[in-house]
T-cell receptor
């Protein structure tokens, strides 16, 4: 069974710092990997989706990389802002032609201090 | 931007009662999902639904659970006889395709509290 781990569990940084969140998974036979943001009491907001054939994706200040062979992904946040404070989840899916089941990590709780 | 909507936002139910959680996926999406998140734990997959039938379900999704798409817009999760351990946030998600280049879009969830 796929196990997804995220390190660190919590991170606190001053505003303006660049930071890296880590995600590892045990089964490299994934179909894609998606990073989400979860605000307290809210649902999950999709940030970036990386297909298994891709190495990275970028959106604004966010850059996600994927090394499928080693079972790792990183989410890089540049010039962090207080509004980036949230829990960040990564999820990996396995190939199904009738819908992808996601396996989630436990998340990294990020606090950006003004 | 289109979004997935879930109702109610909070449901309180007595143990043993039936509960129905409702979701309106994004209108042109074809794949629908339910996940749950017990407080302090990971988001867990429950079931995926495509072409009016369940395409995959996890071991959590036992005979107490069922899903339905009663019309062209709603997608529901029913728990027949709720247990205390069913207390969790339940998230609905949808995607345009099940393929690799379409992300899943999530609703804000329904917090289910079983007394």
């Amino acid at each position: 069974k796929q196990e997804v781990t995220q390190i660190p569990a919590a991170l606190s940084v001053p505003e303006g710092e660049n930071l890296v969140l880590n995600c590892s998974f045990t089964d490299s036979a994934i179909y894609n990997l998606q990073w989400f943001r979860q605000d307290p009491g809210k649902g999950l907001t999709s940030l970036l989706l990386i297909q298994s054939s891709q190495r990275e994706q970028t959106s604004g200040r966010l850059n996600a990389s994927l090394d499928k062979s080693s079972g790792r992904s990183t989410l890089y946040i540049a010039a962090s802002q207080p509004g980036d404070s949230a829990t960040y989840l990564c999820a990996v899916s396995r190939l199904k032609n009738t819908g992808n089941q996601f396996y989630f990590g436990t998340g990294t709780s990020l606090t950006v201090i003004p | 931007e289109p979004e997935v909507t879930q109702t109610p936002s909070h449901q309180v139910t007595q143990m043993g009662q039936e509960v129905i959680l409702r979701c309106v996926p994004i209108s042109n999406h074809l794949y629908f999902y339910w996940y749950r998140q017990i407080l302090g734990q990971k988001v867990e997959f429950l079931v995926s639904f495509y072409n009016n039938e369940i395409s995959e379900k996890s071991e959590i999704f036992d005979d107490q659970f069922s899903v339905e798409r009663p019309d062209g817009s709603n997608f529901t999760l029913k728990i027949r006889s709720t247990k205390l351990e069913d207390s969790a946030m339940y998230f609905c998600a949808s995607s345009a395709r099940g393929g690799s280049n379409q992300p899943q879009h999530f609703g804000d969830g329904t917090r289910l509290s079983i007394l």
